[in-house]
């Protein structure tokens, strides 16, 4: 069981360059995030997504799209990358609403920078 | 909104020493609380959680937390630390209406020294 996959693990971006980061999970769970993490401030939620074709901003999405075609996949796209967006960033999924109280299944993580 | 506060940036333990790192949330209503660990270099992991019962949780690695409700706090123990509890921990909650969006503290980064 895969559980939550991300790719790339490591990317290097030049200012105003785009990307996408991709995500899959095989739980089958309706809820997914997209969390930045930067050092001593946490996670902060920049998207979620409660079903397929069902999307919402969290707390920080300036910069930042995603798309929810199918239950597995939740791509982030960053667009006219910038020196702020250098961060680590989480993909999650949760069983929230099917009997679960929540807790978040992470991936792996993404090291973004942009220079 | 809800929000997390963590109240210490960095421990720093001998091993065997015992730890409790405090955690207190803003929400007047029902809530689901969890305690994460983040190993160097590698993802969250869920170390306990509550949602119901028991205000008292045990969770893996000798890890446990206590709810106070009339505290608004969810403080994780253990008794007695080891050289690879060295992590960061992360408290987070989440409510009913928040489409189980969890919300962070800033982390509490621990280290243990052998």
């Known amino acids: 069981n895969a559980g939550v996959t991300q790719t790339p693990k490591f990317r290097i971006l030049k200012i105003g360059q785009s990307m996408t980061l991709q995500c899959t999970q095989d739980m089958n769970h309706n809820y997914m995030y997209w969390y930045r993490q930067d050092p001593g401030m946490g996670l902060k939620l920049i998207y979620y997504s409660v079903g397929a074709g069902i999307t919402d901003k969290g707390e920080v999405p300036n910069g930042y799209n995603v798309s929810r075609s199918t239950t597995e996949d939740f791509p982030l796209r960053l667009e006219l990358a910038a020196p702020s967006q250098t961060s680590v960033y989480f993909c999650?999924?949760?069983?929230f609403g099917q009997g679960s109280a929540g807790e978040l299944f992470f991936g792996e993580g993404s090291r973004l920078t942009v220079l | 909104a809800q929000s997390v506060s963590q109240h210490n940036h960095h421990v720093i333990l001998s091993e065997a020493a015992s730890l409790e790192l405090g955690c207190n949330y803003s929400?007047?209503?029902?809530?689901?609380l969890f305690w994460y660990v983040q190993y160097p270099g590698q993802h969250l992991q869920l170390l306990l959680k509550y949602f119901s019962g028991d205000p008292l949780v045990k969770g893996i690695k000798g890890f446990e937390a206590e709810f106070i409700k009339s505290k608004f706090s969810f403080n994780l123990r253990k008794p007695s630390v080891q050289w690879s509890d060295t992590a960061e921990y992360f408290c987070a909650v989440n409510t009913y209406t928040s489409y189980g969006k969890l919300t962070f503290g800033q982390g509490t980064i621990l280290t243990v020294h052998p």
């Open positions: 929400y007047g209503g029902t809530v689901n």
């Open positions: 999650a999924s949760s069983a």
